[in-house]
């Protein structure tokens, strides 16, 4: 998955290495290509996948959030930066937590 800048205020996908898939009923045509990488990666990683209505929250909150922390920092990313953000991200929020105490 690689992401490209296109403006100081919009990122957008430039997908070179994801399936698109089947277009998701009622949402933009590019969230489907985030949503597909974000399964292709934990699938990749043998990460559990959460149900649907939850990833395809993990992926537009991982979206919105990469855009606002690089406008803040006002940094031009790289694509390998836009990469570890939003993988970095749907991680976090797809994996579970440890239990208190079992660490």
Wanted: with cysteine.
């Amino acid at each position: 998955m690689q992401l490209s800048r296109t403006s100081s205020h919009h990122i957008q996908p430039d997908f070179h290495t994801c399936s698109t898939g089947a277009a998701l009923p009622g949402e933009r045509l590019h969230l489907r290509k985030y949503v597909r990488c974000a399964i292709d990666y934990l699938a990749d990683h043998e990460l559990p996948s959460p149900e649907f209505p939850r990833l395809l929250l993990i992926v537009q909150a991982a979206l919105d959030a990469q855009a606002l922390f690089f406008a803040a920092v006002l940094h031009d990313p790289t694509s390998q930066e836009l990469d570890a953000f939003f993988t970095d991200f749907v991680t976090r929020c797809a994996t579970p937590d440890e239990p208190a105490g079992t660490q």
